[in-house]
């Protein structure tokens, strides 16, 4: 007996440009700001943990929704959940926040909220995934912690 999901039929949204680094971008002598792009393409092939798609085919991830302060050591990341009774919402939002914890340096904060308006219990997710306590409890659950890691893996 298989597994129903809850959103079987996703709309898949076609994957903005890949971005073309200038010289000085590769450069890692260059210290450059990091930017929204860059955060972007972070969390833009984390995969969703229900479907064989990307946050960012779903549209769960838009670059508009990310701002980043590289001055003021800060990122936010707003999502859009597929659905509004979305069960997997905290899971990805796990997911977000672990990519950046690995991948940035660690002076930055990072807030991951859900966007207004777009899952009927964003507040008591919002504060789920606000609780530091609570996201470092779920990566000491090694199933939990496995699910996280095949999601966020990168491709090669």
């Known amino acids: 007996m298989g597994t129903l999901l809850e959103n079987a039929a996703p709309t898949v949204f076609s994957r903005a440009e890949e971005r073309t680094l200038s010289c000085a971008e590769e450069d890692e002598a260059v210290v450059d700001p990091i930017d929204r792009r ?32 590289d001055k003021e050591s800060y990122v936010r990341i707003q999502f859009t959940p597929t659905i509004p009774h979305c069960s997997m919402a905290s899971l990805i939002g796990l997911c977000v926040r672990v990519r950046l914890l690995r991948c940035l340096p660690s002076r930055f904060k990072i807030d991951v909220e859900i966007f207004p308006g777009t899952h009927a219990s964003r507040e008591e997710l919002n504060k789920q995934l606000a609780d530091k306590e609570r996201v470092a409890a779920a990566l000491e659950n090694p199933n939990l912690l496995n699910v996280v890691n095949r999601c966020i893996a990168i491709p090669f």
């Open 38 to 69: 860059e955060v972007f393409d972070l969390l833009r092939n984390i995969n969703d943990p229900e479907h064989p798609l990307t946050l960012e085919e779903l549209n769960v991830i838009q670059e508009e929704r990310i701002d980043v302060n």
